[in-house]
């Protein structure tokens, strides 16, 4: 399963890993590595009048007022989200 918010659509982001280092000279430069930044990715369980849907949901929408009302049942959930996932990674 690739590493994508069902909802949101996020995904991994490439980024440098700088390590501190406390000299001034050129040659004793801190080195800097590639390194992954992924979401936090949680499997939610939404149970609708139909049965009961599981999507892998990010956790800054997890805590987003408009997942908050369609948990509660006070919005339907939107058809986007009930599509099979497409991951273009």
Not at 9 to 15: H, L, P, V
Not at 42 to 64: C, D, E, H, N, W
Request: glycine share 4%; net charge positive; aromatic share 4%.
């Amino acid at each position: 399963m690739a590493k994508v918010c069902q909802v949101s659509g996020k995904k991994q982001n490439s980024a440098k890993h700088i390590r501190h280092r406390h000299s001034g000279a050129w040659k004793f430069r801190a080195p800097k590595k590639n390194r992954v930044q992924r979401p936090n990715l949680q499997v939610v369980t939404i149970k609708t009048p139909t049965g009961s849907v599981r999507l892998t949901v990010a956790a800054s929408v997890l805590k987003s007022q408009e997942m908050a009302s369609v948990i509660c049942g006070l919005k339907p959930i939107p058809k986007a989200w009930l599509k099979k996932p497409d991951y273009n990674v």
